[in-house]
């Protein structure tokens, strides 16, 4: 529910310029809440880091707060909307980054930041600098604006100070989240953390998970509550009713995915006789070209510009051009036959006339200085990469993608690629079906990133540090179990039940004496993990 203000501003203001600041505007009942629980405390002033159109400001109003309000904003287009439309009483606004000016303190903060990638970030170095030497921490250079923001208003805090921040949540579960919720855990309390599901709600182009931080600067030994709300209007009277979970701070490591604890499943998983994939190989991101309108070509064009055999090399380029499990040499010829852009240009030692021709035409039209291709020598220099027998599908709804490769064609970032280790070129086709069973989707979900509208996503490490059977455990399967399961996903494009039946009671059966009543309880194929 957005009022008059902001829906004349999206109306009149470009979609490409709001992206460019990451605007996204606050609901009206969510910036109420946010407000009530801040203005819980006696509260001298509010401040908000990304004013944008006020949304916080007629919020307290609205409460009845009089006191000061005061916030900054990058945006100048936006802020002339904001002053043209409405009165300024007891608000006092600044035109500034917020992430270049330090040394201030507020006793609460209230915010919906910008959200955008830091590579999407101009002057990112230097912010990442700042943060380096006033705070002494090195964040990510894949941290998000709004975790950047987070932090530093934590910062910024006086004792006692609250902040409430709605924002994405993906830092719970992202490698570069460590340091942010390392930055809470030390800095003060985290009285909650709000999952918001129904995120179109609040942010109706949202592609990521939404929530809610309230925080206090002050230090306490009581649990941090983790409460799941479907609609907007849950958000009334929230705190009557017992969270989802309540977690012990000693429980909570900030190198851990902390998105479990919004799972509402009540069983734990026991993970006996499972290891990591690790111990089979390592999942590694595919090719990143820098531009791949110009490495990415079809037959027809290789041809056209004349380019050998030697200077191109088959790759997958789209996920969609996957259509089967199982993906074998006859189908990535017909791939190639198909016109599609399934050859990556691939230029080493002594280049033909034409491959010349082209790379010169390439500079012609400026791909020398992309982003990536500039840090590269020479600039059409591409990562060394081999065939790898698995393929895992970065981003999914529902079901994730696992193909088993049997060309030898390479892949770009649309996949992940399993490169195994000398010990494990036996087990390729049982890592694969493991993969493929419900058995094995439910252990590696627990590693999965969850964003907005139930888009998903994994890193390579998410793969490498997931769960699955042991070499022990793998052995039990029989080379014609592995044959009749691998002729039947050809044709069906899914295990049999007898595949599914054969990795449940993998998982099920407990060999190990010295497993508890409670652990026997505690079955691994299908149960979503509690935290």
């Known amino acids: 529910m ?15 310029h709001r992206k460019k600041h990451g605007q996204f505007f606050t609901e009206n009942r969510v910036a109420r809440f946010m407000v009530g629980w801040i203005l819980q405390h006696k509260c001298p002033a509010l401040y908000d880091p990304a004013f944008g159109l006020g949304a916080f400001y007629f919020a307290a109003k ?14 100048a287009k936006i802020l002339s909307h904001f002053h043209a439309s409405s009165g300024t009483e007891h608000c006092s606004i600044e035109l500034l980054d917020y992430l270049s000016k330090w040394g201030q303190c507020h006793s ?23 943060f380096s030497s006033a705070l002494g921490i090195r964040l990510s250079g894949y941290t998000n604006i709004s ?19 709605i924002m994405p949540l993906e830092f719970l579960n992202t490698g570069y989240g460590t340091i942010v919720k390392r930055y809470l855990l ?25 929530g809610i931080i309230l925080f206090e600067k002050s230090y306490s030994n009581t649990p ?41 499943d009540s ?22 070209t820098g531009a791949n309108e110009y490495f990415a070509l079809s037959i027809s064009n290789a041809r056209s510009i004349g380019l050998r055999s030697d200077e191109v090399v088959p790759c997958v380029t789209k996920s969609t051009q996957i259509k089967s499990r199982i993906f074998t040499q006859a189908h990535l010829d017909a791939l190639i036959d198909s016109d599609v852009p399934a050859l990556l240009l691939n230029v080493q030692s002594n280049p033909s006339l034409e491959a010349k021709n082209y790379l010169e035409e390439g500079e012609k039209r400026g791909f020398q200085n992309r982003y990536l291709t500039k840090t590269r020598k020479p600039w059409y220099k591409l990562e060394r990469r081999s065939p790898s027998p698995l393929w895992f599908g970065v981003f999914s709804r529902g079901c994730f993608k696992v193909i088993r490769n049997h060309s030898n064609a390479l892949n770009l970032t649309c996949f992940h690629g399993f490169s195994p280790n000398i010990f494990c070129n036996r087990y390729i086709d049982h890592l694969f079906l493991y993969f493929l069973s419900n058995a094995g989707r439910t252990v590696l979900s627990m590693n999965m990133r969850k964003y907005g509208n139930a888009l998903n996503k994994f890193e390579p490490n998410d793969l490498n540090k997931a769960m699955c059977p042991s070499f022990d455990w793998l052995d039990r399967i029989s080379r014609s179990d592995i044959q009749e399961e691998l002729a039947y996903i050809s044709s069906d494009g899914k295990l049999s039940e007898h595949g599914e039946a054969m990795f449940s009671g993998l998982i099920e059966s407990t060999p190990n004496k010295s497993l508890n009543t409670d652990g026997q309880k505690r079955r691994f194929a299908l149960l979503l993990p509690a935290g």
Request: hydrophobic share 40%; aromatic share 12%; net charge negative.
């Open 186 to 210: 030390e800095n003060g309390s985290i009285k909650a953390i709000i999952k918001i599901e129904c995120e179109r709600e609040v942010f109706a182009d949202a592609t990521t998970s939404v």
């Open 147 to 165: 975790s950047a923001f987070l932090v530093k208003s934590i910062s910024e805090l006086t004792p006692q100070g609250r902040l409430a921040y």
């Open 267 to 288: 069983h734990a998983v026991a993970f006996k006789n499972l290891v990591p994939i690790a111990k089979y190989g390592t999942f590694s991101r595919g090719i990143v």
């Open 108 to 130: 609460a903060i209230i915010c919906n930041p910008p959200y955008m990638r830091f590579q999407k970030f101009e002057g990112r170095d230097q912010v990442l600098q700042k």
């Open 2 to 16: 957005y009022d008059v203000t902001v829906i004349e501003y999206l109306t009149s203001i470009e979609a490409d």
């Open 62 to 75: 609205d409460i009845g707060y009089i006191c000061d309000f005061s916030g900054s904003e990058i945006d």
């Open 224 to 264: 941090v509550n983790f409460y799941l709300v479907r609609t907007i209007g849950a958000l009334t009277g929230l705190f009557d009713n017992a969270p989802l979970r309540s977690v012990a701070l000693d429980e909570l490591q900030p190198d851990e995915k902390w998105l479990k604890y919004f799972e509402s």
